[in-house]
């Protein structure tokens, strides 16, 4: 687990240090509160590309996994 101190500038933007940056390869994240912390969860590639397409609701990337699968499943038994 790696802890790094970051700062929030003026307009309230977070710099991540490039080490983290580089493992996560991810340039959007998540943000979840959990009680007194929040915490930053990367979107994955495959995530991305749905990203808003359920307007208003808040899935969690497992959940929105869940359904891609299963609106496949449904496309694939339909041209079957």
């Known amino acids: 687990m790696t802890v790094e101190i ?3 500038d003026r307009n309230g933007r ?4 490039a080490p ?3 493992k996560f390869g991810a340039n959007s994240f998540y943000v979840e509160e959990r009680g007194d912390e929040i915490v930053l ?5 495959k995530i ?3 990203y808003g397409i359920f307007k208003g609701e808040n899935l969690s990337p497992e959940e929105i996994d869940e359904l891609i699968e ?3 499943e449904k496309l694939l038994r339909d041209e079957l």
């Open 70 to 72: 299963s609106e496949t």
């Open 14 to 17: 977070v710099y991540l240090p």
């Open 48 to 50: 991305r590309k749905y």
């Open 6 to 8: 970051v700062k929030i």
């Open 41 to 45: 969860i990367p979107v994955r590639k």
């Open 20 to 22: 983290l940056r580089k």
